[in-house]
């Protein structure tokens, strides 16, 4: 079964810190995107990242197919980033996305 | 542009009563997909249509639950004799080519 897994599940930042979120696939994927919600929110898509590393803003993504693996980080974080960011991948040749379960990052002052 | 829209926001039914859950795609995009969010879950792949057909519902329950696509402006997921265990937020999403884009969900409380 399709499997992804984030980590940390939780984590506690003072404004400015950066966060490096993890993201790792049960099987080759060919597809993968970083989604963000706040509570009670809208998941919003951050990044499109099959491979290779990919920056928008604050946010860079580096995904390695190979190992099965996506990370994001978040440079000088800002109460505002506070929220669940999710990592999601497909099966290659599907548009089905799998969700992990998230990481809830908290930014305080 | 509105983004998706899904309506209603919340819906309460009684145990044994059906739900209908409403998701209007963005214009121009060929692909819908259903998704249910819990808590304890979390984001779980229902169905999916691609230029209105029918592509993936290796998530749909079997025996409740249904989808439709009737036009490229709006799809429906029906949910019938619904149970608490039914309780989640819905969401709908479309796309154009890889990012998905979503609406703010449907909270549906079964009593």
């Known amino acids: 079964e399709q499997q992804v897994q984030q980590s940390p599940a939780s984590l506690v930042l003072q404004e400015a810190e950066n966060a490096e979120l993890q993201c790792s696939f049960s099987i080759f994927t060919n597809q993968v995107q970083w989604f963000y919600q706040r509570p ?43 929220g669940t960011y999710l990592c999601a991948e497909n099966q290659g040749g599907s548009a089905k996305l799998i969700f992990g379960e998230g990481t809830k990052l908290t930014v305080s002052s | 542009n509105a983004g998706v829209i899904q309506t209603p926001r919340h819906k309460v039914t009684g145990k044994g009563q059906e739900a209908t859950l409403w998701c209007e795609p963005i214009s121009g995009h060929s692909a819908v997909f259903w998704y249910r969010q819990t808590i304890v879950q ?11 057909a029918p592509i993936d519902d290796s998530g749909m329950p079997k ?13 429906t997921l029906k949910i019938q004799s619904t149970q608490p265990q039914d309780s ?12 998905l884009y979503f609406g703010s969900g449907t909270r549906l409380t079964v009593l």
Do not use: W
């Open chain 2, 42 to 52: 979390g984001l779980e792949f229902l169905t999916y249509f691609r230029n209105q």
């Open chain 2, 63 to 75: 025996e409740r639950f249904s989808a439709q696509m009737p036009n490229q402006s709006h799809s």
């Open chain 1, 40 to 82: 009670g929110g809208r998941l919003v898509s951050l990044l499109y990242n099959p491979s290779g590393t990919k920056q928008s803003g604050r946010l860079t993504s580096t995904t390695v197919i190979k190992e099965r693996r996506s990370s994001l980080h978040i440079s000088s974080s800002q109460i505002t980033d506070s």
């Open chain 2, 88 to 99: 989640a937020v819905y969401l709908c999403a479309s796309s154009k080519r890889e990012t």
